[in-house]
């Protein structure tokens, strides 16, 4: 298996970095900036979120004059919670070479509320998004929104090396 | 240089964002390329399945004391993962089910499902990670997090590519 991957790594081009000592993969986080994978993440994130949702919802002019305006502040909202994410990455990367349980504890503890506060604005406004479309549209719109955080997630993922 | 499982995880995690570029905005608005995208990361998910437990203790490297009281706790916490993983088996049983003739109760139905789920999995999340701090340095509990943050991303764009949307 490992011999697969690998295989399907070169034909991808990529194979170097991967193969490449421990220390390279540890040091990933410092070679890239962490300000523009977030750059990139958001950048490409809320741009190609607003064409797919209209695309996928085809909404009536009725429901665009009432979804639109929760979506962006629901997407504001939670821009807010991802860049106390970034914040955190920021600071394992900082701490990354000696990183302390008291530190660990802490990045641990905050990065479990973020999630927590990510799950808590879905909710708070799937009745708003509710009220200005229909549930079908909805459900499709929260379905093209984890499909766009799946693919974030896997890169954002892969950026970030464990703890030593 | 990097170990064997390691490289098991890098290896998963890069060969799904090689895949994760073909599975582009396009393809979530002209729904194709899923089947391809499916099928290949279905040999990613085997790539590690099989060998996520090496990889915790590889990584881990707890001793003695951590180890006799690690896994009693962690077979807890998947089993518990497990059941809420039947639960989203269900919730796309369903949605396939009525895929083809959606109603907009039913499409309120699966929403509320959906977040009872997340909920759930958030709850589980929080429990264990405090139950593995009592068992373990903060540093390996939040390696271990790590672990399952990075195999929980390849699982979800499997997912991700799976689901078509609703027509």
């Known amino acids: 298996m490992v011999k697969t991957a690998i295989v399907l790594l070169m034909l991808c081009g990529i194979a170097s970095s991967i193969i490449a000592a421990e220390t390279e993969v540890v040091v990933e986080i410092q070679k890239v900036s962490v300000d523009d994978v977030y750059k990139m993440v958001k950048s490409l994130a809320e741009s190609d979120r607003k064409v797919l949702i209209s695309k996928n919802l085809k909404m009536n002019k009725d429901e665009r004059q009432k979804f639109w305006p929760v979506y962006t502040q629901y997407r504001k909202d939670i821009g807010k919670v991802q860049t106390d994410q970034f914040n955190l990455i920021k600071k394992f990367a900082k701490n990354y070479h000696s990183l302390s349980d008291d530190k660990a504890n802490e990045l641990l503890d905050a990065h479990l509320q973020s999630k927590r506060n990510i799950l808590k604005i879905r909710k708070k406004y799937l009745n708003d998004f509710k009220n200005s479309v229909p549930a079908i549209k909805v459900a499709k719109f929260f379905q093209v929104e984890n499909k766009l955080n799946a693919i974030v997630n896997v890169r954002l993922a892969e950026q970030i090396p464990l703890v030593k | ?167």
């Open chain 2, 1 to 167: 240089m990097i170990n064997k499982s390691q490289l098991k995880l890098v290896a998963a995690l890069l060969i799904s964002v090689v895949l994760s570029s073909s599975f582009s905005v396009t393809a979530i608005a002209k729904e194709d390329g899923y089947g391809k995208l499916k099928s290949a990361l279905k040999d990613v998910r085997a790539l590690y399945r099989a060998d996520k437990a090496e990889i915790i203790i590889d990584e881990l490297k707890m001793t003695k004391k951590e180890n006799n009281a690690f896994w009693s706790v962690y077979n807890a916490y998947t089993n518990e993962l497990k059941g809420v993983g039947n639960d989203m088996v269900k919730l796309i049983a369903g949605y396939a089910d009525n895929a083809t003739s959606m109603t907009n109760d039913y499409a309120d139905k699966m929403i509320d499902d959906y977040f009872d789920i997340q909920s759930k999995k958030m709850d589980i999340l929080e429990n264990y990670v405090s139950k593995f701090k009592k068992i373990m340095p903060a540093t390996k509990v939040a390696k271990l997090y790590q672990i399952e943050n990075k195999l929980t991303a390849v699982n979800d764009l499997e997912l991700a590519a799976s689901v078509p949307l609703i027509k």
